[in-house]
């Protein structure tokens, strides 16, 4: 099992900035994708941003420019600095972590219990 603990979420102004955190811990392969999920009330979830842990990371082209994934690695933790907020960027932010044993191929999914990211003035 693994768990993922987030962290960072509040309020902020437009055009403000705010980091998340993730921690994972439990059984936690070498190899594995993390990343960072969000949905707002009324949408479904989206992917806002994914890093591999060999430094491979992708972005919503909505987040292009001003979010930043990172992650370290011997902390098993992953960050998400967002600038640059807008309104729209409003929701409940999830952490993700995937992996896939190399010995069953079995595929397994984590997610955090999830962080409120309020943009409003």
């Known amino acids: 099992q693994v768990q993922l603990v987030e962290s960072g979420g509040g309020l902020v102004q437009p055009g403000g900035s705010l980091t998340l955190s993730c921690a994972a811990s439990?059984?936690?392969?070498?190899?594995?994708?993390m990343g960072w999920y969000r949905q707002a009330p009324g949408k479904e979830r989206e992917v806002v941003a994914t890093?591999?842990?060999?430094?491979?990371?992708d972005y919503l082209d909505s987040v292009k420019g001003r979010f930043t994934i990172s992650r370290d690695n011997s902390k098993n933790t992953v960050y998400l600095q967002m600038n640059s907020l807008k309104p729209e960027d409003t929701a409940v932010y999830y952490c993700?972590?995937?992996?896939?044993?190399?010995?069953?191929?079995?595929?397994?999914?984590?997610w955090g219990q999830g962080t409120q990211v309020t943009v409003s003035s």
């Open positions: 993700n972590l995937k992996q896939v044993s190399r010995f069953t191929a079995r595929k397994y999914d984590y």
């Open positions: 439990g059984s936690i392969f070498k190899i594995n994708d």
């Open positions: 890093a591999t842990s060999g430094g491979s990371t």
